[in-house]
Nanobody, 123 residues
């Protein structure tokens, strides 16, 4: 069992930047970030492979977002730039329990989930 703890959320002005982190209690394979805004379905944001060599981004954040990982620290980061009000949501990280070289945007591939961190964007 792996525990995931997100941190780094907060209030930021539109156009600003924020970095959220996901710390794992143990080794993880691919890690994904998802978000859910009030009244909306949870949606995929970005994912990174176990080595960090492969990444995948949702079209809505491509070019404004960077996912990275430090396996020595067991931490995955999500850098969010040029934030828009529509980026406001609870951001969740999730980890797969099986090795795949290519990270997936499908939430069903992820076994472990964190509690989420709130990102609020003021216009």
């Amino acid at each position: 069992q792996v525990q995931l703890v997100e941190s780094g959320g907060g209030l930021v002005q539109a156009g600003g930047s924020l970095r959220v982190s996901c710390a794992a209690s143990g080794r993880t394979f691919s890690v994904g970030w998802f978000r859910q805004a009030p009244g909306k379905e949870r949606e995929f944001v970005a994912a990174i492979s176990p080595s960090g060599a492969n990444t995948h981004y949702a079209d809505s954040v491509k070019g404004r977002c960077a996912i990275s990982r430090d396996n020595a620290k067991r931490t995955v980061y999500l850098q969010l730039n040029s934030l828009k009000p529509e980026d406001a949501a609870v951001y969740y990280c999730a980890a797969e329990s099986t090795y795949y070289a290519v990270p997936s945007p499908l939430s069903t591939r992820y076994t472990y989930w964190g509690q989420g961190t709130q990102v609020t964007v003021s216009s």
